[in-house]
């Protein structure tokens, strides 16, 4: 166990040195004068020039990609032009937000997708199963921005239930986080509707009947335990989409969060801040992938089991 | 039933190659007495049968316009993502190694990001352009294509034709190309599919995010994005597009379910 989670934690450093280097490749491959494009439509000549020396953009490449590994090694990412002050600062305040809408998008999305898993693999092939599959593939079919519009025109500007952008209450997060979780609850829906569908001819729960529990008692108690094990790790593996998600989610509503921060940066070429927040995203992605797969390990002992042998 | 999605895309397709030609449209032509028009309404040039934009622009030539961008962009993008993925799907499979080894670690890397996220980054580090877009999304979609053809590529070099051929002397090149490669295309071609709709979501995404295609290119995630402002007093803007939008995604998906049912893990052999 220990020398497999030193191996997958090898990886996940190689990973981000990889991400790393991406991040480098495309910003020194992206046209125009790097200094100038940190310092911003405003810097003048002089500036340009000592910022080029303080970067040492005016040595060799390979020298100036060791420098950059350090930095991004020391969670150092330069100066926001934009925002006058450290580019991981700035992402670091507007990580909360990120998270609040994430794990409330989770959340929804384990509990609908589990309940709509259970009902519609519990009898594989009725009308339920039908139409639960029906609506999993429009749920990810539907392309999120406009749902979220679509929303906001429904429950904010017709029905003026909920405030249609912005943070602060509770009601605020209802629409953003429902919007994300669309997808999501589709996803952990199939996958639980699959593993329910393909427990329920298993003889334990033929015993589990055969002993007078009623099918709502076999469905909890016996088969949606078992079926809990993919579930942890699709929604593992799926947190990198999530976050993808929360680029677009995030600008409909005007979340105060990492995409709409990515966004911005990217349109104003602010590139410190777009290093600091893909390369703390992809570190979130590998981390929450390398615990999935640990969680999935200690769940089924069967596959702790054949690692072992 | 089983047809529905086919002939809902080969709709869209007309559309896009032939619409074009029977409705004028100019972006840059802003008849802003016209503007925020409802479905139906007459303008000075015609009648808007699914109202204008906040400019005036015609909403049903924008659909029809965007409906364009989108096959175009999604079938460029497949098609590029498409050659690269096989060509390295292949030589790893086949070849095993370090090539194969190098790939698993690069799509590793690339895994570490949202697909989305690398497409922002990439398209909006160069000037906005249809190539861009194309180079951007191309980026993050040529994976799904290398690990289906390394996949089908790594258990056809066991077997017996593939071993009967290397020991008559058939070189690497041919092996790959006549043996090798025709296995692969029915799996590819469902991927292709599910990668369409994804690319075509991923394209709109990004021009509703104003990071896409230039503002004169009509793309539906433009569209959508300028009706955002005036969802109260005109909802058709962007609620039409978008609807034209999810129904092509959800075509092509199930078309791409019932592709992948029959060709998904490697045709039987």
Known sequence: MARMILRRLATGVFVMWGAATLIFIIVRAAPGDPAAMLLGPDADRAQIEELTRTLGLDRPLILQYFSYLGDVARFDFGQSYRLGRPAMDAVLDRLPATIDLTLTATLIAVVLGLLLGVVAGGRPGGVVDRVVSAATIALQSFPTFWVGIMLILLFALTLRMLPSAGVGTLAHLVLPSVTLSLAFIAIVARVTRSSVAESMSEQYVQTARSKGLTEPQVLVGHVLRNSLIPVVTVVGLHVGQLMGGVVIVENVFAWPGLGSLVVDAVANRDYAVVQAVTLLIAAIVTVLNLVADLLYTRLDPRIRLESAS | ???????????????????????????????????????????????????????????????????????????????????????????????????????????????????????????????????????????????????????????????????????????????????????????????ATLEFALIVLAEAGLSFLGIGLPTTTVSWGQTIASGKQYLETAWWISTLPGIALSLLIISVGILGDQLTARYGRGRRI
Do not use: N
């Open chain 2, 1 to 191: 039933m089983r047809l529905i999605p086919r002939i809902v895309i080969g709709i869209y397709l007309v559309i896009a190659v032939i619409g074009p030609l029977f409705i004028d449209y100019d972006p840059v032509h802003t008849p802003l007495k016209d503007r925020l028009l409802s479905p139906g309404s007459h303008t000075s040039t015609g009648t808007a049968w699914l109202g204008t934009d906040g400019v005036g622009r015609d909403i049903l030539a924008q659909i029809v316009y965007g409906a364009r961008t989108s096959m175009l962009i999604g079938a460029l993008t497949v098609l590029v993502s498409c050659v690269v993925g096989i060509c390295v799907g292949v030589v790893a499979g086949y070849a095993r190694g370090w090539v194969d080894a190098v790939l698993a670690r690069v799509i590793d890397v690339l895994l570490a990001f949202p697909g989305i996220l690398l497409v922002i980054v990439i398209a909006g580090a160069f000037d906005r352009g249809v190539l861009v877009v194309v180079v951007a999304l191309a980026a993050a979609g040529w994976i799904s294509f290398a690990r289906v053809t390394r996949a089908v590529a790594l258990s056809l070099r066991e077997r017996a034709w593939v071993d009967a051929a290397r020991v008559m002397g058939v070189p690497r090149r041919e092996i790959i190309v006549r043996h090798v490669l025709p296995f692969a295309i029915g799996p590819v071609v469902a991927m």
